[in-house]
Each structure stands twice: as C-alpha cells, then as structure tokens.
C-alpha cells in the first residue's frame, strides 16, 4: 500500500471491564486474547509502530512475555479513546489507529484498508469500520451497533436501534475500530459527553454532534467481538473450523 504519513496502533487494555474482567487475557487455544490482536496488528503494512495503553501491571508482564510493548496508563481514565489519546498526546504520529483489544479476528487488511481512507479522504477526522449485514435478529440487538451513511460514506448516525439501509432490510454493523488524525483524537478527548451520545450510550456520536467528518470503510468480513465468557467459545470454534479448512487446502495441493 502506498502511504505518506506515520502512523501509531493502539489498543486500549485495561484490566476490569464491567462484564469481563481481565478479559484481555483470557486464553483463546491457549494463548491469551490480547496476544492475536498485537500479532494481527503486526500484520498490517500501514502501522509503523504498536502500543498496548494499559492500566495494570498483569497486562504489562503478558506483553513482556511474547515480546509485544506496553505502557502504563492512569487507572482513572473513563474510555479506551482516553487511553488511546493520553499515550498519543505524547507521540509526533499523523494518524492514530484505536485498535479493540477484544476483536482478535480482524483482518490486518482492514486496520490498512482504515489508515488508507483516512489519508486519502482529507476532509474527515476519523475513520471506521462496517459490515453489511441482513439477519434480523442483528438489526433489533442492541448490543450490535448499526450505522446510516451518505453516499460519500460520511457517518450520519449510529445506534443500537434498528437502522435499515435498503428495502430489503439490509444493514450496516459498526466494527468499532478507528483511525484518527492525531489532532482530531486530542480534540475529540477534550469534549463533554453530548446528549446523543449519552442517549445511545456510544462515544462516536460525540464526534458527529461536534460537527467531525467520519469516513465509514465498508469490509467484507465481520468479526467476533469478545464481550462476555461466552463469546470466547465462539472465537475459539470459529478459530478451529479455519484451521481445519486450511489443513484440507493444504493436503489437496499436496496431492
């Protein structure tokens, strides 16, 4: 890919989440979960360097161990954004990439697929992630975002409600993974809460009700979020049937 800026990952780990703590570690196929998203983010070709923002020391010694890089960060800080930006705060990067340190299936393509929107739309402050979708089951989760766009792919709105994009029912899930121009990310920090994003429970909005430009890049495939105990079991499945196909692509062209 061709790029002209540099560019820092991130991925904001702290230690007791609310409905899983310490779920950074918890072991997928024996290795902790934390470990697949620094190693897919070492795969991507747009990140010139990768950080792992923490707030404990257990998450800082499991880095150590396979070799990744981990900085401490305040315990007392409300958001993975907050994280992100008090370690960018420090850094002379052009565009800050928020990687989720519970999506240990994206495909390094899309971090790139991100970055490269960001830098070619420079009329936008954030970039993100969404993938088309049609099950309505999805569509009246709240727990699975959607988000409506322009035709430019410029972010009208996210939310938890159903939002349809076509006739058919189809629409669009939010991955939550983000690219911010630096300035634009210490900026975003720096605002109050607004009222959609309250409403909504969802930071995102505070970007589009203060008036910044979200460029939504639409993937291919979707990805499994760890959230809760249960989902690791679905990462862990999922994992396994990979392999096994891997093993009989493998074996066919040996034969």
Not at 19 to 29: E, Y
Request: a neutral charge; hydrophobic letters at 40%; glycine letters at 4%.
């Amino acid at each position: 890919m061709v790029k002209t800026a540099q560019v820092l990952g991130i991925i904001p780990a702290r230690a007791h989440s609310t409905r899983f703590p310490f779920k950074m570690l918890a072991p997928i196929l024996n290795k902790p979960m934390i470990q697949y998203v620094w190693e897919i983010a070492q795969q991507a070709q747009s990140l010139d360097e990768v950080i792992v923002a923490t707030d404990h020391e257990t998450i800082v010694n499991c880095l150590q161990g396979f070799g990744g890089t981990a900085l401490m960060t305040p315990a007392e800080l409300p958001s993975g954004s907050d994280r992100v930006a008090y370690v960018a705060k420090e850094r002379s990067a052009d565009i800050i990439v928020n990687l989720q340190g519970d999506e240990p299936l994206l495909n390094p393509k899309a971090i790139d697929y991100l970055v490269q929107a960001l830098i070619q739309q420079p009329d936008c402050d954030i970039s993100t992630l969404a993938v088309k979708r049609a099950e309505p089951q999805e569509l009246n989760n709240p727990h699975c975002v959607k988000v409506v766009f322009d035709h430019s792919g410029k972010a009208l709105y996210f939310s938890r409600s159903p939002l349809v994009s076509s006739k058919t029912g189809d629409f669009y899930k939010h991955i939550g993974i983000y690219a911010y121009r630096r300035e634009a990310l210490l900026k975003f920090c720096s605002l109050v809460p607004s009222s959609f994003e309250i409403a909504e429970k969802l930071e995102q909005l505070r970007a589009l009700q203060n008036g910044m430009k979200i460029q939504v890049c639409v993937v291919e495939e979707d990805t499994i979020a760890v959230d809760t105990p249960q989902d690791i079991q679905k990462v862990e499945d999922y994992l396994k049937k990979r392999d096994l196909s891997r093993v009989k692509i493998s074996t066919k062209e040996g034969s």
